[in-house]
């Protein structure tokens, strides 16, 4: 036989007519959800209920960092496109994984104190012959497609605040739309609109109000002011929009997904008043000028991280005799949404997890029926979700075939407490949390969490408001989630492996062990008559950074990687070979330190990353192993001097003296003496 025909496949300019037509465009994954409706669903079939079994590994890339990975990769033209944790961009030959071109926009080192959830990215944004996205620092950098240089970069933030940018930028009719981070940090949100050729701002849109005094943006601000009290605007208000956003082309509307408010205690953020518009909403933007069009408020009176940044679908639906055009969302609070897209009118919701803050849903408003104790006014409480919610970043897929959203969800909960006073810090978190809450009022509620499992791959009948089937897992964040024609759904479990499912039982019938945790959306392609699933893996996020070991512990690879996968091809992945971790030989070492002033410190300083009680898992080591304990010199030179920078550990020397981190250090070393007793 001869050898297939080496196919080249043209580059060719993405436009508007391009996007909209990509449903029945297979070869590429254009757009960060696949299509504008971003339902993350492909009609190939080639890797089917059948052939799964067959499904190897193709080629994989391996990566210079062992951070957090959470971008979606684009596929345009027989290329890949994606970004890296610390805001690097790749472009690889889509056939065989060959490196074309990488760019890193050397974030520094230092940012990553401002990231509330690592230095990861979600990946990029095309536009005629440019790619997209945004950095850390939040910087918005458009590249050239073919040759990776930079044809422009524009600073979208305020760089004395403590902004970042992780999420991708979308692109509508020639403008690039970007949002930003920091809602724990004491920002203020909005989404900005940048022209795709040059780079010059075209309207900008407010989450939330700032101080009346200097004049409102625009009507929709002087509205969401009526909804807030006291000078929320000296503590920033919050309302990042992180991740989500979708668009309509035929509305023309663009769909924003706002977070939380900055800080999340509705007492100190806004005198326990209002509902704090557009906290915790969908709002609908006319895309062309960045106008108010409507919103939904999903949690009003936000206080407890109950972002609405969560991935947003859009599709066509009957419900009760009417085709009703939809917009659905699983945001943070625990409820599954179906709006009314046209308008932001409430269609329909239910509990898709466990819940205790509401007892339900008003059924014409969609207001949340909110318990008793739940706002902590007086003592401790225990909330279910708790701040990662029933639901988080990780992406959703709508299969139209079954109509089911496969959804993977998480039990959570958080003690929540009023402290006697807040002062706003300049590292770490604002949050106005008492961070050593006394006794709960509702300790049962925390037992109740213990016999839930972790998280679930769950397929959730959104006529129905109601799951179809679930998979249970004993680890938490899982992937986010790709559904196919071949009747399958694929989802990368926390613990190392990557998964078929049947889409209409959950029936698993393909796992492959890839030693490190899938946290993006998998996408597919079909190039020369082959299907491809790509996947990238590397743990990190939220999750194993602020839950420590608490969030599972398992072996890993030690850098992340993109992952092809296609039928009957057979290739290896290097060996895992993590040998477990040994108490550290303390014999000699001692400090003079106060462990008890220490463990504050911890608290406020290093806990945000490194863990509750030096558990750190996933991208940063369990400090209780660490050697640089041992060392009094090598510990301060990197906690005060920066030694580490460059991987993301900031100095504290303006922040702390010598002898609090010997305090911090004492309080380490008791714990890693504590290791194996
Ligand atoms: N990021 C992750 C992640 O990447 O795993 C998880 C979260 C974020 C959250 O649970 C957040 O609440 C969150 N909040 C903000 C914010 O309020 O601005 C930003 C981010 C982020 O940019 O990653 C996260």
């Given at each position: 036989d001869a050898a297939p025909a080496v196919t080249e496949t043209a580059q060719r300019p993405v436009n508007a007519a391009r996007i909209t037509s990509a449903a029945g465009n297979t070869s590429d994954w254009l757009t960060h959800g696949r299509t504008y409706s971003e339902q993350r669903n492909s009609p190939l079939d080639q890797i089917n209920?059948?052939?799964?079994?067959?499904?190897?590994?193709?080629?994989?890339?391996?990566?210079?960092?062992?951070?957090?990975?959470?971008?979606?990769?684009?596929?345009?033209?027989?290329?890949?496109?994606?970004?890296?944790?610390?805001?690097?961009?790749?472009?690889?030959?889509?056939?065989?994984?060959?490196?074309?071109?990488?760019?890193?926009?050397?974030?520094?080192?230092?940012?990553?104190?401002?990231?509330?959830?690592?230095?990861?990215?979600?990946?990029?944004?095309?536009?005629?012959?440019?790619?997209?996205?945004?950095?850390?620092?939040?910087?918005?950098?458009?590249?050239?497609?073919?040759?990776?240089?930079?044809?422009?970069?524009?600073?979208?933030?305020?760089?004395?605040?403590?902004?970042?940018?992780?999420?991708?930028?979308?692109?509508?009719?020639?403008?690039?739309?970007?949002?930003?981070?920091?809602?724990?940090?004491?920002?203020?949100?909005?989404?900005?609109?940048?022209?795709?050729?040059?780079?010059?701002?075209?309207?900008?849109?407010?989450?939330?109000?700032?101080?009346?005094?200097?004049?409102?943006?625009?009507?929709?601000?002087?509205?969401?002011?009526?909804?807030?009290?006291?000078e929320w605007w000296r503590l920033g208000g919050g309302g990042t929009v992180w991740d989500s956003m979708a668009?309509?082309?035929?509305?023309?509307?663009?769909?924003?997904?706002?977070?939380?408010?900055?800080?999340?205690?509705?007492?100190?953020?806004?005198?326990?008043?209002?509902?704090?518009?557009?906290?915790?909403?969908?709002?609908?933007?006319?895309?062309?000028?960045?106008?108010?069009?409507?919103?939904?408020?999903?949690?009003?009176?936000?206080?407890?991280?109950?972002?609405?940044?969560?991935?947003?679908?859009?599709?066509?639906?009957?419900?009760?005799?009417?085709?009703?055009?939809?917009?659905?969302?699983?945001?943070?609070?625990?409820?599954?949404?179906?709006?009314?897209?046209?308008?932001?009118?409430?269609?329909?919701?239910?509990?898709?997890?466990?819940?205790?803050?509401?007892?339900?849903?008003?059924?014409?408003?969609g207001r949340p029926i909110e318990a008793e104790i739940v706002r902590y006014e007086r003592d401790p409480a225990v909330v279910i979700p708790g701040p990662l919610g029933g639901h988080n970043w990780y992406p959703m897929s709508y299969d139209p075939q079954t109509n089911l959203v496969f959804l993977p969800t998480q039990n959570t909960s958080y003690v929540y407490s009023n402290p006697a006073e807040f002062a706003e810090q300049e590292v770490g978190w604002n949050l106005g949390l008492d961070a050593a809450p006394g006794p709960t009022v509702n300790p049962q509620d925390e037992a109740r969490m213990l016999e839930l499992p972790a998280s679930q791959l769950v397929a959730w009948d959104p006529v129905a408001q109601a799951a179809r089937w679930a998979v249970?897992?004993?680890?938490?964040?899982?992937?986010?989630?790709?559904?196919?024609?071949?009747?399958?759904?694929?989802?990368?479990?926390?613990?190392?492996?990557?998964?078929?499912?049947?889409?209409?039982?959950?029936?698993?019938?393909?796992?492959?062990?890839?030693?490190?945790?899938?946290?993006?959306?998998?996408?597919?392609?079909?190039?020369d008559g082959e299907q491809y699933v790509l996947a990238l893996a590397g743990q990190g996020g939220a999750i194993p950074m602020t839950m420590g070991l608490l969030s599972g512990n398992y072996p890993r690879q030690r850098n992340g990687r993109l992952m092809a996968f296609k039928l009957n091809a057979d290739g290896q992945l290097p060996d895992i070979s993590m040998t477990p971790l040994q108490p550290l030989d303390l014999t000699g070492i001692s400090s003079e330190g106060n462990p008890d002033v220490g463990a504050v410190l911890y608290g406020a300083y290093c806990s945000?990353?490194?863990?509750?009680?030096?558990?750190?898992?996933?991208?940063?080591?369990?400090?209780?192993?660490?050697?640089?304990?041992?060392?009094?010199?090598?510990?301060?030179?990197?906690?005060?001097?920066?030694?580490?920078?460059?991987?993301g550990m900031p100095g504290f020397a303006a922040d702390i003296g010598a002898a609090e981190v010997e305090s911090v250090r004492a309080y380490l070393l008791q714990l890693a003496a504590a290791v194996g007793n």
């Amino acid at each position: 036989d001869a050898a297939p025909a080496v196919t080249e496949t043209a580059q060719r300019p993405v436009n508007a007519a391009r996007i909209t037509s990509a449903a029945g465009n297979t070869s590429d994954w254009l757009t960060h959800g696949r299509t504008y409706s971003e339902q993350r669903n492909s009609p190939l079939d080639q890797i089917n209920r059948t052939t799964v079994t067959d499904l190897g590994l193709a080629w994989d890339f391996e990566l210079d960092t062992d951070r957090g990975q959470e971008a979606t990769p684009l596929v345009i033209d027989g290329v890949i496109y994606f970004t890296s944790a610390w805001s690097k961009a790749f472009a690889l030959d889509a056939r065989t994984g060959e490196e074309l071109w990488r760019f890193d926009p050397q974030v520094p080192g230092s940012k990553a104190v401002d990231a509330c959830c690592d230095v990861v990215n979600r990946g990029m944004a095309a536009w005629g012959d440019k790619v997209y996205f945004g950095a850390l620092d939040g910087r918005l950098i458009a590249l050239d497609r073919e040759t990776g240089r930079q044809v422009w970069s524009t600073m979208t933030v305020d760089p004395e605040k403590r902004y970042t940018i992780t999420g991708a930028p979308r692109i509508v009719d020639g403008k690039v739309i970007i949002g930003n981070g920091g809602g724990e940090l004491g920002v203020r949100g909005y989404v900005t609109a940048y022209d795709a050729e040059t780079g010059d701002q075209v309207w900008r849109f407010y989450t939330v109000p700032g101080n009346p005094a200097e004049g409102f943006e625009s009507d929709a601000m002087e509205m969401a002011a009526e909804t807030w009290a006291g000078e929320w605007w000296r503590l920033g208000g919050g309302g990042t929009v992180w991740d989500s956003m979708a668009y309509d082309p035929e509305l023309d509307l663009l769909y924003i997904g706002v977070g939380n408010g900055s800080p999340w205690n509705h007492h100190i953020r806004s005198n326990g008043e209002g509902d704090n518009l557009f906290l915790s909403s969908i709002v609908a933007l006319r895309a062309s000028t960045g106008e108010y069009v409507w919103h939904f408020q999903t949690t009003p009176a936000e206080s407890w991280d109950y972002t609405a940044t969560q991935h947003m679908i859009l599709a066509d639906m009957e419900i009760d005799g009417r085709m009703r055009q939809v917009i659905m969302q699983a945001p943070k609070n625990g409820f599954f949404y179906v709006i009314d897209r046209t308008t932001g009118e409430f269609i329909s919701g239910n509990n898709y997890v466990e819940i205790n803050w509401a007892s339900g849903l008003d059924a014409v408003t969609g207001r949340p029926i909110e318990a008793e104790i739940v706002r902590y006014e007086r003592d401790p409480a225990v909330v279910i979700p708790g701040p990662l919610g029933g639901h988080n970043w990780y992406p959703m897929s709508y299969d139209p075939q079954t109509n089911l959203v496969f959804l993977p969800t998480q039990n959570t909960s958080y003690v929540y407490s009023n402290p006697a006073e807040f002062a706003e810090q300049e590292v770490g978190w604002n949050l106005g949390l008492d961070a050593a809450p006394g006794p709960t009022v509702n300790p049962q509620d925390e037992a109740r969490m213990l016999e839930l499992p972790a998280s679930q791959l769950v397929a959730w009948d959104p006529v129905a408001q109601a799951a179809r089937w679930a998979v249970d897992y004993s680890v938490f964040g899982n992937s986010g989630l790709l559904s196919t024609g071949g009747g399958l759904v694929f989802q990368g479990s926390a613990d190392g492996f990557f998964h078929a499912y049947r889409t209409d039982n959950g029936e698993r019938l393909w796992s492959f062990e890839v030693g490190d945790a899938i946290l993006g959306g998998p996408v597919t392609y079909e190039l020369d008559g082959e299907q491809y699933v790509l996947a990238l893996a590397g743990q990190g996020g939220a999750i194993p950074m602020t839950m420590g070991l608490l969030s599972g512990n398992y072996p890993r690879q030690r850098n992340g990687r993109l992952m092809a996968f296609k039928l009957n091809a057979d290739g290896q992945l290097p060996d895992i070979s993590m040998t477990p971790l040994q108490p550290l030989d303390l014999t000699g070492i001692s400090s003079e330190g106060n462990p008890d002033v220490g463990a504050v410190l911890y608290g406020a300083y290093c806990s945000v990353c490194h863990g509750p009680v030096g558990l750190s898992s996933g991208p940063l080591p369990d400090l209780r192993h660490s050697p640089m304990l041992l060392s009094q010199e090598a510990f301060h030179g990197i906690v005060l001097e920066g030694n580490l920078l460059s991987r993301g550990m900031p100095g504290f020397a303006a922040d702390i003296g010598a002898a609090e981190v010997e305090s911090v250090r004492a309080y380490l070393l008791q714990l890693a003496a504590a290791v194996g007793n």
